[in-house]
């Protein structure tokens, strides 16, 4: 079997549900054969191993270990879903101190272990700060490390396709920018709707007001609909596109999705945050650019920076982040 590279792949949080799927899936989408698993629950680690051998993968070296130094030692791409999941009733935010806590660890561990990686993406909740936590202490360049944001702009692609019955890839332009999270900028004037722009069809016939409204609020209460109907977060969708991120890498090609990027940016007043932008992936990692849009679509953005900035100010309370004005001597690449 052919894969695309032959670097290793580290996926932390693999006795799980996105992460045994993403083991899966990085064999299937032949992305590279060294791969290994990391989980502190040995049983369920074990036993999603056991599954990736059973399905005999052609030329796969697949391990698994609950040593974190294991997994990370020499590792080029890190895709971290281990934090604690997001249950039915609780925001992303709900899950702030503890998993701002594993990923600071995080990225103490990448430092010590990986500090050459080539890309690393975060999953877990609240990503904006988790991946944000990360960066801060692994000592990488910001374009190495980046959240998925993706599944905010893909759910929305999703619900206008279904309102107006149409293919997925019939409406494009889809764009979420700002927080994963509640406060995010959901942006209206970058869509098609088979060639058509949706502002042309929000307040018609076609697309009420109020129905707009209601997709904007769906989009932004994220997974809820999944927790609802399956009992539990999502986890293909984000295996899915977490694997693509890396594969933008290794491959070169781009993603067509935005992501989590570092921003710190005095012309566009958005300073020391992730937060979902118009972003590129190739060989290099991510950049950024200032999305494009109405003047209240960059109010909305604008207050989800706000927000953002609130939950990041209290992780530094915390404890968990060091002062803004101290970053550049733990991550001098900031």
Known sequence: MSYLTEDKLAILGAAGAIGSNMAQAALTMGLTPNITMYDPYEPGLQGAAEEMYHCAFPD???SWTTDIGHALQGASYVISSGGAPRKEGMTREDLLKGNSEIAAQLGKDIRSYCPNAKFVVIIFNPADITGLTTLIYSGLPAGRV?????LDSTRLQTALSQHFSLPQDKVTGCRTYGG?????????????????????????SELSDQKWAEISQHVRQGGKKIIQLRGRSSFQSPSHQSLLMVKAVMDGQGYPWPCGAYVDSDDHGFNKIMMSMETSIGSDGLSWTMPQGTDSELADLRDSYQHLVKLRDEVVEMGVLPPLDEWNSVNSNL
Do not use: K, N, Q, Y
């Open 60 to 62: 796969a070296r697949v």
């Open 146 to 150: 980046a959240t998925l944001a993706a």
């Open 180 to 204: 994963h999270g509640e406060s995010m900028a959901v942006f209206a004037s970058t869509c098609r709707i088979d060639g058509r722009p949706l502002t042309d069809l929000i307040g018609s």
